[in-house]
């Protein structure tokens, strides 16, 4: 009997161990859901450029416009635009479905950089009369990929980075997406 109870003791401190120790994991996996919105292909500070590539002066504002709004946001972004750089910008009428598309090279260090490209045929099919503002919206949205916000953030609060947002409407970064840069960046 003592050799039973002494086993059942031991397979009871296994147990609760055990069950400890995933608590722990999953209160850790909680922790981070919080923090969902990060997006690992940003750029590894807030400081960087970006080279335009065939685009026209219209879309050549949409991208001075695109910096100066997270310029001025007050993350201490420091965007600078069409200049010699390995990232680029550039907008054509792409066969697709999206309104822009951001892709991030190299790892997250120093030699890391990105191409964003516009779709200008699908925001002119989806946008009326409010191309423009679209355009900004979309523009400013993937360079807010540049600086490490992922796209749909786990919150109610209006965000640039929400393909529902009401793109005529938020062409800047929105309080939630500025305090996700600071925290990010801290």
Not at 14 to 41: E, I, K, P, Q, R
Request: hydrophobic share 35%; glycine share 6%.
């Amino acid at each position: 009997m003592e050799i039973s109870l002494r086993s059942l003791t031991t397979r009871t401190a296994v147990s609760t161990a055990s069950c400890v120790a995933l608590s722990a994991v999953l209160t850790m996996n909680s922790a981070s859901v919080a923090h969902a919105d990060y997006f690992s292909g940003g750029m590894p500070n807030r400081s960087f450029k970006i080279q335009a590539v065939a685009v026209n002066s219209t879309w050549m504002n949409h991208l001075r416009n695109a910096t100066n709004n997270w310029n001025s946001a007050g993350v201490g972004a420091s965007i600078k635009y069409n200049v010699p750089s390995k990232s680029t910008f550039t907008a054509g009428p792409y066969f697709r479905s999206w309104y822009g598309l951001y892709t991030g090279y190299d790892s997250r260090g120093p030699k890391r950089y990105f191409e964003i490209t516009v779709n200008s045929k699908k925001l002119s099919e989806d946008a009326g009369s409010k191309l423009s503002a679209w355009s900004l919206s979309t523009s400013t949205h993937e360079i807010g990929h540049a600086l490490s916000l992922s796209d749909n953030p786990k919150t109610t609060k209006a965000s640039l980075m929400k393909h529902s947002r009401d793109r005529a409407k938020i062409q800047k970064p929105q309080a939630y997406d500025k305090a996700e840069v600071t925290r990010i960046y801290k």
